[in-house]
Structures are given as C-alpha cells and as structure tokens.
C-alpha cells in the first residue's frame, strides 16, 4: 500500500522566508549545524505522518470544511532545544493561531484520524545539529501576515525533505 507523510502547516510568504533565511545566515558561524532550506521552512500545525489515499482524501474534506481567520504571527524568539535543534517562535502567540489550531485537530479527530505527534508547539525549525553553546534571546521581530494554511507532503529525499503542497486553504 502506498502511503504519504502529511502534516497541515503554515508555508511563510517569501518576504517572511528571506527573512529566517536572513537570520539563520547569521547564526551559522555561530552555532553550527545544517540549515533549514529555504524551501522547507514551516510552521507545522498537525502531523499526520504516513497515510493512506483514504486518510490524505479525509485530511482534504477536512481543510475544505475549515472556517478560521487570517492573523499576524510575530516571530521574535530565538532558543535551542538540547537536541540541537535550533527554533525561533513569538512570544505571545495569537489566539487565532490557537483557534485554527484547535479547529484543524478537532476536525481531524471527528474524522476518525489520529495524530501522529500529540501536542502543538508554535516554532519553525531554522537548523538542526547545532553544537556551539547558545543562550535564548528575543530578535527584532519578523511580523508575518497568515492569509493561508495547507496540507503538505515530505517526500524523504537522499539531500533532506522536499514539500510539496496538496492543497492550500485561505483564511478569512
């Protein structure tokens, strides 16, 4: 059976790439590590992981039937987690990014699909395997309009993973 790893996310407008790509330019003499591709940075909103054609077929119905609202996510937290990976987030989330959150989950559990990661951490990855001690800071902030959120594919590749866009879905 052919399957797909799927997660709904947020996908950064290219003002908002070129800026991470902007900070993790930065941060590379520093800490070290890979760089998240520009191609590849996201906030994820619900992993699905490996599914089935029914279950990519059900996570779309449930996209299709979402209603939430556009918002200003402020990236402005840089921190480390101990496994190297280095993340930037805001400090105060929005509450409508809680909301389409919580409608995407719970559309997901009414449709009878289980999350393949249970919790939900606002942060996009911008590198992995860092090795250079680095202390948690607040940065300028990157104010990023979310007009929009997807079901993306990751494809494993050999070079690392490459998305590609089921379907996209506006926000009002």
């Not at 991470?20 to 994820?44: C, D, F, K, P, W």
């Not at 594919?153 to 926000?171: D, F, I, M, N, V």
């Amino acid at each position: 059976m052919t399957t797909q790893r799927i997660f709904f996310g947020l996908l950064p407008l290219p003002v908002v790439r070129d800026a991470l790509q902007a900070t993790i330019r930065t941060l590379e003499t520093e800490v070290g590590g890979r760089a998240t591709s520009t191609a590849t940075l996201h906030m994820t909103l619900a992993f699905l992981g490996e599914r089935s054609g029914m279950d990519v077929a059900v996570a779309l119905n449930v996209g299709d039937a979402l209603r939430a609202r556009a918002f200003e996510l402020t990236l402005d937290r840089l921190q480390r987690w101990p496994n190297g990976i280095l993340w930037m987030g805001c400090r105060a989330p929005p509450d409508a990014l809680g909301a389409l959150v919580t409608e995407v989950r719970e559309g997901l559990r009414q449709a009878g699909i289980a999350l393949a990661a249970p919790g939900f951490f606002p942060h996009i990855t911008l590198m992995r395997k860092t090795r250079a001690p680095f202390e948690a800071r607040t940065l300028a902030p990157i104010v990023w309009p979310v007009a929009g959120f997807a079901l993306i594919e990751s494809q494993r590749q050999p070079a690392g993973p490459e998305y590609r866009t089921l379907k996209g879905w506006p926000l009002t």
